[in-house]
């Protein structure tokens, strides 16, 4: 009996402690941390599971989603409780519960069961139901489809004036919950009772709005008063009125005069409900404090004209106007399920020096993306005037041609009123300098701060190494990616440009995946892509085609399946992939159909754009030995996104197809082979490293004649080139993969770490801290000249995380289920950090070389295992934690692999330890 009671005594203490160490976090519904008002009627949950044991998987999971927060908090799971389910999924759990309304509230928890130890019930968290069909819309788009005097409403540089709507309505006591639901185009701001709701700006996220128009909810319970309230929102003109570039009518697409749904819902403790909604009782008026706003050109302020408490009760609005009941955009109206835009960071400048007598120049110390906030004191109708550039002239005067026509010209007039704080708000200017023109008194750094502005999604990766220009040049492409996000990814932030051109992103995206948890916003860029499909089958290099470019090409439209390709290997996201299969597979049937010749894609557009030219003044080179034929790159990558397909067709169980684009590829690649060719030189084409290394990292080459293939990209960097890159757009894709993963780590490491041209640690050496447009960038044609583009990152930044820490995820386990730690040592290189937050947890990796000794810190997160390759003779060599490695627990002895030692290792922290034989 009392031998019993022990066993039961002990049994309690080992799940008590168990019950502590296993935890349950980063709880998130489709992606997204506690989201408000989503449309998705199948959520996705994901959790993360963790504890300080090793070899940590989970076996079991339970999940309670509720409609109160008491139901859940009591256990009762009334929306859905799944029971206990034996798996050991944790990522994209689909919910399968009750189906959801319109509206619903889900509070949900869930507990775990794993090898080592069983959790308590997690936190709760929840999501929200957004409006799920347009019958649930009784609000009505309204707005003004006129100019007024003050605007230039239709010129080349027009910036309409920003329109206010307001209304005042009254509410009952016991208010259980209040939801507004908004979407004002181009840009909205709401504000209830005089206080900004929300922190989101520039919002709703851009979308070809005849297709597609995105709304975000707010919970407004506690901004509400009893009694009288006023609500009241600001509209800028953002993608939808875009008349300042529609003297191209033919290029540019414009949308209409901004306008504006709304809906507010308030639910009384009683049950009854009241919605506000906008319609023609609201008052409106064009002529408040931002006179002018436009993306390109800037905003003007003038703080004389503020209109004090225009968004509360007491304010008169009898000289308003009423607004016009509009037209609708057109699009379907969706909730924005990517991140909102936000000010995610602010930055301090670092130097100011004046120019001339009433003009400063401001450094930010950084090419950054987002808008100037100033501290200022003077006069009533003091003007104070900001112009941007990314760089000076060497008479210290901003340098203003590679922004082409854009103004990017703030105005700030004082209302003069002790100190005045403004940044603008339907605006962002790419820049690293400002000029200050009209400043009242001499202006201090004090008096001025930098507001990154981007999507609110989280920094997932860190890199360090001992080599200080890599770590420059990640800096520069973290600033780069992270600025160039706007709801969509530009291929620059700071020209008249500012476009989301697919080819720049094809490779790009899965680089950056490591730096940004990028794939809500990758999943709505693929949705914009669909929306601009034409009838027959085309995709656009532009998307949305604000641009209207459809040059059908492969390169640039092909970006579409790569990028749900990446989506899948980096999230495991198959929804996306099932999602678009069918418009992917129609713009691969409508290029065959139109463009393939004895397959051989004819089509192309953009080559091997900006390829290092010959001269440093050259935008695109002239020499032809280093261009690579368009037809060849177009029918590489049509293989190549053919066997992307066909492994999508293996996922949706589609074997029919899966087998036509076997076939398919195998047909193109023996008349790629027959037609570029040279089989006794082996060499494609004219042997660029672009021609060569396509084929032969696509699969296309031989396998008898791939070593040669191989030898000859290597000696044309080395002979012709000196260790430099020679690839543009397409070839720098594949390029540092293509050398490392075939034992050349040292040429791309020395690729990666050139100062001279032309090398992205040129630019670091002439001062960049972004990535530029061009190779060239400080002396090329201003014309086509960005300091902020993220193209010719090509496949960097995967390198330096698959290949140099050695993070990736293992093939045939999407998403980081198992990870595949299997670092490059390149000779010179002593160390490299690298940390990423996958959808499991945080993966790390940190090696060193000493004295012929290697050091590696892993980690690996729970419910994931690792496949590590550490640098050994052999097995016996390798310590872990300074035990033989063949002793320690959570490691599993596979195999030697050339000079490496294969090790499974479950989760948890580890310290590797083996001699190096280093030439
Ligand atoms: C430029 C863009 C972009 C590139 C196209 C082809 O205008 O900046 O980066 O994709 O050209």
Not at 349 to 370: A, C, F
Not at 645 to 656: K, Y
Request: one cysteine or more; aromatic letters at 12%; hydrophobic letters at 35%.
């Amino acid at each position: 009996m009392r031998s019993l009671l022990l066993i039961i005594t002990l049994l309690c203490q080992v799940t008590l402690l168990s019950a502590q160490n296993i935890q349950l976090q980063h709880l998130r519904c489709e992606m997204l941390t506690n989201p408000v008002g989503i449309d998705v009627t199948t959520p996705r949950l994901s959790w993360e599971v963790t504890g300080a044991q090793r070899n940590i998987r989970q076996t079991a999971y339970e999940v309670l989603v509720a409609s109160t927060p008491q139901k859940l908090a009591a256990n009762e799971g009334d929306l859905w409780s799944s029971g206990k389910i034996n798996s050991n999924r944790s990522v994209h759990v689909a919910y399968a519960g009750k189906p959801l309304q319109s509206r619903a509230a889900c509070y949900w928890k869930l507990r775990t069961w794993t090898t080592q130890g069983a959790s308590d019930w997690s936190a709760p968290a929840q999501w929200s139901m957004g409006l799920l069909t347009s019958q649930d819309w009784q609000a009505k788009w309204i707005g003004m489809d006129r100019g007024f005097p003050w605007d230039s409403a239709e010129t080349k540089f027009s910036r309409l004036s920003a329109r206010y709507f307001r209304k005042t309505f009254a509410v009952k006591a016991s208010i259980k919950k209040a939801t507004a639901y908004v979407s004002g185009l181009g840009w909205y701001e709401l504000y209830l009772n005089g206080q900004r709701i929300g922190d989101q700006v520039l919002a709703p996220a851009p979308t070809d709005y005849r297709r597609s128009v995105l709304y975000n909810t707010f919970d407004v319970t506690t901004a509400l008063q009893q009694g009288n309230n006023a609500i009241g929102t600001v509209l800028g003109n953002g993608r939808f009125f875009t008349m300042r570039q529609a003297y191209k009518p033919y290029k540019i697409r414009t949308f209409g005069y901004p306008k504006v749904l709304l809906q507010l819902e308030v639910e009384y403790t009683d049950g009854t409900r009241q919605t506000i909604v906008t319609d023609n009782s609201w008052k409106f008026t064009a002529d408040g404090p931002i006179r002018t706003n436009n993306e390109y050109d800037g905003e003007e302020y003038d703080a004389t004209k503020e209109m004090p408490g225009w968004s509360t009760t007491k304010f008169d609005d009898s000289q308003w106007l009423q607004p016009q009941l509009v037209e609708a955009p057109g699009g379907q109206i969706k909730a924005q399920m990517n991140e909102r835009m936000r000010v995610m960071e602010t930055i301090r400048p670092v130097g100011i020096h004046s120019l001339k007598p009433g003009v400063q120049i401001l450094d930010m110390g950084q090419n950054m993306v987002g808008w100037l906030q100033l501290k200022v004191k003077g006069k009533r109708g003091d003007q104070v005037t900001l112009r941007f550039a990314e760089t000076l002239q060497p008479d210290g005067s901003l340098y203003v041609a590679n922004l082409r026509d854009a103004k990017v010209t703030d105005v700030y007039t004082l209302k003069g009123d002790g100190i005045e704080t403004w940044h603008p708000v339907f605006v962002y200017h790419g820049f690293r300098y400002v000029e200050i023109t009209g400043y009242p008194q001499a202006p201090s750094l004090n008096d001025f701060e930098g507001q990154v502005v981007y999507d609110g999604i989280n920094t997932t990766g860190t890199f360090t190494s001992s080599d200080t220009t890599l770590n420059q040049i990640f800096k520069n492409a973290y600033w780069g990616i992270r600025g160039n996000y706007k709801g969509m990814p530009l291929d620059c932030p700071q020209r008249n440009e500012r476009m989301p051109w697919l080819g720049d992103r094809a490779t790009g995206a899965y680089g950056e995946s490591f730096l940004f948890d990028n794939a809500k916003l990758y999943a709505k860029w693929l949705d914009d892509i669909e929306e601009s499909q034409t009838e027959a089958g085309a995709i656009p290099d532009v998307a949305p085609a604000y641009w209207n470019y459809y040059s059908d090409n492969v390169t640039w439209p092909g970006t579409y399946i790569l990028v749900a390709n990446m989506l899948y290997e980096q999230f495991d996201d198959e929804v996306s992939i099932a999602k678009h299969y069918n418009s992917m597979k129609r713009w691969l049937a409508y290029m065959r159909g139109k463009y393939m010749k004895d397959y051989i894609v004819t089509k192309d557009k953009y080559g091997d754009w900006c390829v290092p030219p010959e001269s440093l003044q050259l935008i695109h080179s002239r020499d032809s030995t280093r261009t690579t034929e368009g037809a060849l790159l177009a029918t590489a990558y049509y293989y190549r996104l053919l066997s992307l397909m066909e492994r999508f067709a293996g996922i949706l169980h589609q074997p029919q197809d899966a087998k036509e684009f076997a076939a398919l590829q195998e047909k193109i690649s023996d008349a790629f082979n027959k037609k570029y060719f040279n089989s006794t030189t082996a060499q494609y084409s004219n042997n660029t490293v672009t021609a060569n290394l396509l084929p032969l990292y696509f699969d296309i080459t031989p396998a008898a004649k791939r070593d040669a293939v191989f030898h000859n990209i290597v000696q044309k960097i080395e002979q012709e080139y000196h260790g430099h890159i020679s690839t543009g757009v397409i070839g720098t894709q594949w390029l540092m993969r293509g050398l490392s993963r075939r034992g050349q780590q040292d040429i791309a490491y020395q690729m990666a770490s050139n100062r001279d041209y032309p090398s992205w640690g040129y630019m670091v050496a002439r001062g960049a801290t972004t990535i530029w447009e061009l190779w060239n960038g400080d002396t090329a044609n201003p014309s086509m000249n960005s300091h902020n583009h993220i193209m010719l990152l090509g496949d960097l930044l995967v390198w330096y995380y698959e290949d140099l820490a050695g993070i990736r995820s293992a093939p045939g386990h999407p998403g980081f289920q198992q990870v595949l730690m299997k670092p490059v040592l390149p000779t010179g290189l002593q160390s490299a950090k690298a940390t990423y937050h996958t959808n499991y947890g945080d993966v790390s990796s940190s090696w060193k070389k000493e004295a012929g000794h290697f050091t590696w810190q892993v980690h690996i997160p729970a419910n994931t295992t690792a496949l590590v390759y550490i640098p050994a003779a052999n097995a016996a060599q390798v310590k872990e934690s300074g035990k033989a490695a063949s002793t320690a627990t959570g490691i599993k002895w596979l195999r030697m692999e050339g000079d490496r030692a294969v090790f499974e290792a479950g989760s948890g922290d580890y310290v590797f330890e083996s001699v190096l034989n280093e030439k």
